[in-house]
């Protein structure tokens, strides 16, 4: 074990190393490897023009070849409002300066907006993989709205070079009906194209905030939102790392009635350990067939360590990687590069395995 990572874990190192998952032991999942491409997705129905994209995804970067995925994500522009995104750092108002994060980073794709991608297409879509997110929160409805809309097509994104297309869908909103009609459209158009899909499966309601407990990160809540995203056709299904559990069981409390739950799903699937957690989240991804990548999460005091602990829970639960963004574009380029190869490293790192 390098010590430089069991360092930055500190005080969650034992408990995040030596961790050994029970409820669903490791042989029954389909983990990452070098030959995940021909393993999974040639058996299925995706053409090969999706085949060739999944391969050059894995086939970049630092952790090419191994199975493993590390996305730079930079839409929060849209998402949270470009001042208040790049204030920190005004440098990544320029997309061209987001997509030499992404290179000089060693990451496998860059995911961003229409605008960001298509300004910069012609200099580099050959040189890493473009993903393109095509659908977002717009943040200015006043009062402030939480929806997802689609800013642009998927031949668009096709015509620019993409290599794989982001959406997102609000699961449990009132809007994710439409959502989900509309997405799983633009899935199916994306494979017919022979670009790869890519699904943020958040949930989104006002009520999953319960008795002071935040039910958005239930592993429950958002291992069901992840089945729901595999339904549609996701290859690669983005979830933010589960905090607790149990939002099933908050939610059909005091008379109501919400949803389907059997109590196996938390003594016999689960156990409040975060590996464990995760490890739920990517049962629900057809046992791995779909690539579970967990978000960094927003920047802060201690960046490093953050994300050095998430990639360990991710790996060792059984996922495919990180997509991390505001950690590293909110600070200088030599320091956002350094923190996307510590998260790269845990990776890289042979004694880092599977619990």
């Given at each position: 074990m390098k010590t430089s990572i069991k360092d930055l874990l500190g005080s969650q190192a034992d408990s995040l190393l030596g961790h050994t998952c029970k409820a669903v032991p490791k042989e029954t999942l389909h983990l990452p490897g070098p030959d995940f491409v021909d393993r999974i997705f040639v058996q299925s129905d995706r053409n090969p023009r999706v085949l060739v994209n999944l391969e050059r995804m894995f086939g970049t970067g630092r952790l090419a070849n191994t199975g493993y995925l590390s996305i730079l994500p930079v839409d929060q522009g849209i998402e949270h409002s470009a001042g208040a995104s790049f204030a920190k750092n005004p440098a990544y108002?320029?997309?061209?300066?987001?997509?030499?994060?992404?290179?000089?980073g060693g990451c496998n794709a860059v995911a961003s907006t229409f605008g960001v991608l298509?300004?910069?297409?012609?200099?580099?879509a050959h040189k890493i993989p473009f993903m393109v997110t095509i659908n977002h929160n717009e943040l200015m409805t006043y009062p402030n709205k939480h929806d997802q809309i689609l800013f642009g097509s998927v031949k668009e994104a096709y015509e620019l070079g993409a290599a794989a297309i982001g959406a997102t869908v609000y699961f449990g909103s009132p809007e994710s009906g439409r959502q989900i009609v509309e997405i799983a459209h633009a899935f199916a158009l994306a494979h017919e194209l022979g670009m790869a899909t890519v699904l943020w499966c958040y949930i989104r309601n006002n009520a999953f905030k319960k008795d002071g407990v935040d039910y958005h990160v239930a592993a429950d809540l958002t291992g069901q939102a992840n089945h729901l995203g595999v339904t549609i056709e996701a290859d690669i299904i983005k979830q933010k790392l589960p905090e607790n559990n149990g939002g099933f069981k908050a939610l059909n409390m005091g008379?109501?009635?919400y949803g389907k739950l059997d109590e196996r799903m938390y003594t016999d699937l689960a156990s409040d350990h975060p590996i464990d957690l995760?490890?739920?989240?990517?049962?629900?991804?057809?046992?791995?067939?779909?690539g579970l990548i967990n978000s960094g999460g927003a920047s802060g005091a201690n960046d490093m360590q953050e994300a050095v602990a998430t990639a360990v829970i991710n790996k060792r639960a059984g996922g495919m990687g990180l997509i991390s963004g505001r950690k590293a574009f909110q600070r200088p380029l030599a320091e956002g590069v350094k923190l996307l190869h510590a998260i790269q490293d845990v990776y890289l790192d042979k004694t880092v395995t599977i619990a």
């Open positions: 108002f320029d997309p061209e300066n987001i997509v030499k994060l992404a290179i000089d298509g300004m910069t297409a012609r200099k580099y008379g109501s009635s995760c490890r739920y989240q990517i049962l629900n991804c057809y046992n791995g067939r779909a």
